[in-house]
């Protein structure tokens, strides 16, 4: 969600001043890598679920201010629309029993959600992009109260001179064009975000991992092939996301980075300060060691795999790598498996970069990034210099991998094997959510509100989702 701010609007004089107190900061975090003053904690892992609340005839529902009070928890927090909402977890180093901490909050989270959700009369789903939506969801009266959204809705449009925001996007039998006037359609796509602190030492492996892991997690995660009706995407989400925010500059602001980090991690929160526009210049006044104007500039910065900057409960500032590429949903069963993949894979991968061993160059894994959100576990990708089917780079490499990666990091056996097995029997079946919605589709026909309810039932269920019938 990102922290509050205090106002929407800005004079032009606080612009130099935002960016003054950024390079400070920056110098700041710079002095303490050289002098060590940062935390060395083993890898500690968390997650942000994004969903929907809909009504009966499964549409968006926007409640969320009253859905966030009856919740009455940090755990639960808003987000760009009133039909969103964000649900957290108490973060756990990555050993031991740690999938079994994770799964139990996150059962008794998500179950709240949909007692808070139920007595509302209406219902909390969680699902990559929902498909009974319509292009006049995305009006500013839908938008969340907070005065963050509406500052970066009037900045993101200033960036653009007042040119309407732009979606353009092609699938193999479809092709959605749709001009829009706020940042509203970013809201149509809700992400089950992972995320790892590991030891600065080790960041910048752990970033350069995280990509070359993607192409992967997002054919094996895909959720969102259906917006406005129309089939595009095996994940939606991600050309969506890219051009719902685009400002317009020569850099993207949603996208999947440009290069491996090289030395540290550092090398992404230098870019950000020479190459990004700042969008909100506010002023903070709690000193430079909170970072909290070099934390906002990143916040309005959406690479697919974001470094972040946070703190230990003692105080001492700490990285994280926040991986941004898989939608929310099916099940919970179905997230903690794409989590548990993601940490093996990258787990391996980021001891391979280290030793200068990448099994693809950044081009490369750009390229395989996008073929992938396109055609999820239907797509080709090149792996080592090979063109590999993804699903059998997958079976044959990567669940091996990701079982070495819990191995290494001391996850418990049993655990490891149960979240694993599901990725293994989703891939050979050929089932995530992008293939069982496009099935139902094929079958059934475009309606949608009864694509929704079969999903929303299928939810309540618990089962994985190579589990559910087309029916």
């Not at 079994?100 to 996150?106: G, Q, Y």
Request: glycine share 8%; proline share 3%; net charge negative.
């Amino acid at each position: 969600m990102g922290s509050e701010i205090g106002r929407t609007s800005f004079k032009e004089e606080e612009w130099p001043r935002f960016s003054h107190n950024l390079s400070a900061e920056m110098q700041l975090l710079e002095e303490k890598i050289v002098s060590g003053s940062y935390s060395s904690r083993a890898p500690v892992g968390g997650f942000e679920i994004e969903g929907w609340l809909i009504d009966e005839q499964m549409r968006p529902a926007p409640a969320n201010t009253e859905f966030l009070e009856r919740f009455d928890s940090e755990l639960a927090t808003s987000e760009l629309a009133k039909f969103n909402f964000e649900l957290n977890n108490t973060p756990h180093r990555l050993c031991d029993d740690a999938f079994a901490k994770f799964a139990k909050e996150m059962r008794t989270t998500c179950k709240k959600a949909n007692a808070v959700a139920e007595a509302m009369g209406i219902r909390a789903l969680i699902m990559g992009i929902l498909p009974t939506l319509k292009p006049t969801d995305f009006c500013l009266e839908n938008m969340s109260e907070m005065k963050r959204y509406h500052a970066l809705n009037e900045q993101v449009l200033k960036e653009r001179g007042g040119r309407p925001v732009q979606l353009d996007i092609s699938g193999e039998k479809s092709r959605l064009q749709l001009q829009h006037d706020s940042v509203m359609l970013e809201s149509a796509a809700t992400s089950f975000q992972i995320h790892t602190q590991v030891p600065f030492e080790r960041a910048h492996h752990y970033y350069n991992a995280s990509i070359l892991a993607s192409a992967a997690t997002v054919a094996v995660s895909a959720n969102s092939p259906l917006l406005f009706g129309k089939a595009l995407w095996h994940e939606t989400r991600i050309p969506l996301f890219e051009q719902s925010v685009d400002t317009g500059e020569g850099r993207k602001r949603v996208s999947f980075g440009s290069s491996f980090a090289n030395e540290s991690i550092l090398e992404c929160f230098t870019e950000n300060m020479e190459v990004y526009d700042v969008l909100l210049p506010v002023f903070f006044e709690g000193g430079r060691e909170r970072f909290e104007h070099l934390r906002l500039h990143n916040g309005t910065i959406w690479r697919w795999n974001r470094p972040l900057i946070g703190f230990d409960s003692d105080g001492t500032v700490h990285f994280r790598i926040e991986h941004r590429v898989m939608p929310s949903g099916p099940s919970l069963i179905d997230m903690l498996a794409n989590a548990a993949f993601y940490y093996g894979v990258a787990t391996v991968l980021a001891g391979q970069c280290a030793e200068g061993d990448f099994a693809a160059d950044f081009s490369t894994a750009q390229n395989n990034f996008y073929l992938a959100a396109r055609y999820g576990l239907e797509s080709e990708i090149l792996w080592e210099g090979k063109s590999r089917a993804i699903k059998d780079l997958i079976l044959d490499s990567l669940l091996p991998m990701a079982e070495e990666g819990l191995q290494q990091l001391g996850i418990d056996k049993s655990d490891g094997e149960k979240y694993l097995s599901i990725i293994r029997e989703r891939v050979a079946s050929g089932q995530n959510g992008a293939t069982w919605q496009l099935a139902y589709v094929q079958k059934y026909g475009e309606d949608m509100q009864r694509l929704t309810e079969a999903y929303w039932e299928h939810q309540q269920t618990g089962k994985a989702v190579h589990q559910w019938e087309v029916k």
